[in-house]
């Protein structure tokens, strides 16, 4: 895993993500706003999360990209701010396992991130929540569930404008919901195998209220004879990645929401008294329409 850093001005916002891949060399990549980049090398080893960003090491998230996704437009009410000073966008790139840079005719060859930003101050500014888990998979099962769900505890109603969901290679469905006033609304649905694009669903009207609980499975079938732990580098992940509006003076627990829940410990099953019979289903017809023209 190998980071690294662009400087960038005070207030500005990002408005464009466009992935620019050398087949074969990355697995996901994910870019993040510091203070400081942990070190001054031009590229470092950031295996370690405390070595993403310098001083405090406190990092904000703004994208996360893989399996081969296009490029991601805001809609134009919206933008990921960096900030209201001088600051640094640090890329974190996590190569697949066993994976050596090859070089031709003496330059290596590279992956990356083309970000577009704006200076002028958009409607709402962009948070995002990361659903995820911990703890591991067992050996030899197919369809094993993992969830995890959080409340929505913040005073304000925030707009959804899109989500993307990532695992590994054993995950076979991932979907998100919304339970409110006791019944369940579908926010996400997909195959963990297609193209990671990010789904925007701006134009559906949809918002968290504050009460709401976002809850998120997902189904995995692991047919070595090994637990399989859940970890950002060589393990397993469960992740839904949802992005919503904030008002610019929104504080900054509203910008970031992490929710993550252990493997072994919680189950969806255990909180509601009944779970959405389709909450392990990837093939909504209408969501691989939207992926036909991304696959592999």
């Not at 005719?105 to 990361?130: K, N």
């Not at 993992?146 to 076979?172: F, M, Q, R």
């Not at 949802?242 to 099953?269: I, N, T, W």
């Amino acid at each position: 895993m190998a980071c690294t850093a662009m400087p960038v001005v005070a207030d500005q916002f990002v408005v464009e993500f466009q992935a620019i891949v050398n087949p074969g060399a990355v697995h996901h990549m994910s870019i993040h706003a510091c203070d400081a980049p942990h070190s001054s090398e031009v590229v470092w080893d950031c295996v370690n999360p405390s070595s993403v960003c310098g001083g405090s090491g406190k990092r904000q998230a703004l994208f996360e990209w893989g399996r081969n996704a296009p490029t991601w437009t805001l809609p134009d009410y919206a933008g990921i701010p960096t900030g209201n000073r001088p600051r640094y966008l640090v890329l974190q790139v996590h190569t697949p396992e066993g994976f050596q840079p090859a070089s031709i005719e003496g330059q290596y060859t590279f992956s990356g991130i083309e970000v577009t930003m704006r200076d002028s101050q958009p409607a709402y500014e962009v948070g995002m929540a990361v659903y995820g888990n911990t703890g591991y998979i067992p050996p030899l099962v197919e369809g094993y569930t993992t969830d995890s769900a959080c409340v929505w505890n913040h005073n304000i109603t925030a707009p959804l404008i899109a989500y993307s969901i990532h695992t590994h290679e054993l995950g076979k469905a991932v979907t998100a919901w919304i339970f409110r006033d006791e019944r369940w609304i579908e926010l996400a649905r997909a195959d963990p195998s297609y193209p990671e694009i990010i789904m925007d669903i701006s134009h559906k009207g949809m918002h968290l209220i504050p009460g709401d609980i976002v809850a998120v499975r997902c189904t995995f079938n692991n047919l070595q004879e090994r637990k399989v732990y859940f970890s950002s580098e060589h393990g397993e992940m469960c992740n839904v990645y949802l992005h919503y509006g904030v008002p610019p003076d929104a504080s900054a627990d509203k910008r970031m929401v992490l929710c993550s829940a252990s493997a072994q410990e919680f189950r969806l099953e255990d909180h509601f008294n009944e779970i959405p019979n389709k909450a392990s289903d990837p093939t909504e017809t209408q969501t691989k329409l939207l992926l036909q023209n991304f696959i592999t």
